[in-house]
């Protein structure tokens, strides 16, 4: 009887699962980590693999469009526009929460810290630490991300370099004193870059977030549903944490 109980409730799940859904979406340009087209078959992207993960825990639904790589910038306007439907991965800002919505179950988690060169003593503990810095040199941050918006909001003055690739080379020219970034990231271009004997870390984490998939602001429930419910069994058997760990 429990087995029958069990069967019943199970089927609602599967018939959704077996409904073909193929959503709309892009690989973000300039972001290896989240996706590298170039990379080897074993290494796509972390965000790349998460959206793989999702397909085979649903094998009804399908994302079409990634075979186009566009910027970020690029990436927020499809989205606001409603000419993509969801998107792997972003983090969330009260300025995108009012251009679209998220799926509510995050996929990984970044900490945002600081990269300096390595002969440079001074500890930046604080928003207040950079704004100080900045004075002198603007700090250095990957154009279109919402991370100058915020260090702009605590009076940080801030420079956007086309890359984290290229504003770690400019920290060691000494273009500027400090790169500012999400740790995942900086980590994948530091051991790229070669420049590990002239830059370091801080010391310091400013703060902590999760990355997210984005879904166009129209999108129906079913579906947000359908996505929730892949990425709730990828949570639960920890197939999203395995993915986080394998890019750090």
């Known amino acids: 009887m429990l087995r029958r109980l069990l069967l019943l409730t199970a089927l609602p799940a599967l018939a959704a699962q077996a409904q073909e859904l193929k959503l709309r979406t892009v690989q ?5 980590v ?5 990379g080897a078959p074993a290494r796509p992207g ?6 793989r993960a999702v397909e085979k825990q649903d094998p009804g639904l399908r994302f079409s469009g990634l075979d186009r790589q566009v910027p ?15 998107f792997f991965c972003l983090l969330r800002s009260p300025e995108r929460d009012k251009q679209w919505r998220y799926v509510p179950v995050p996929l990984y988690g970044i900490r945002h810290v600081v990269v300096q060169r390595s ?3 001074r500890n930046l503990d604080s928003l207040a630490d950079l704004a100080a810095l900045s004075q002198r040199k603007p700090v250095l941050v990957a154009r279109g991300t919402v991370l ?19 504003a770690l080379q400019m ?29 370091k870390f801080g010391r ?9 998939l984005a879904i166009r602001g129209d999108l129906p429930a079913a579906q947000e549903e359908r996505l929730t419910q892949a990425l709730r069994r990828l949570e639960r058997d920890g197939t999203l944490r395995q993915l986080a760990d394998k890019y750090r």
């Open 148 to 166: 100058a918006r915020r260090l702009q909001a605590a009076d940080v003055a801030v420079a956007e370099a086309g890359s984290e690739r290229e």
């Open 204 to 212: 310091a984490v400013f703060l902590e977030e999760q990355q997210y």
């Open 72 to 86: 970020l910038r690029r990436v927020e306007r499809l989205l606001a526009d409603g000419a993509i439907d969801a």
């Open 46 to 51: 972390l965000c790349m693999e998460i959206l």
């Open 34 to 38: 989240k996706y590298d087209a170039d």
């Open 171 to 199: 920290l060691a020219l000494g273009r500027a004193d400090a790169v500012y970034g999400q740790d995942i990231n900086l980590q994948r271009h530091l051991a790229d870059s070669k420049l590990g004997d002239k830059l």
């Open 28 to 32: 973000q340009s300039g972001s290896v």
């Open 119 to 121: 002969d440079d003593p």
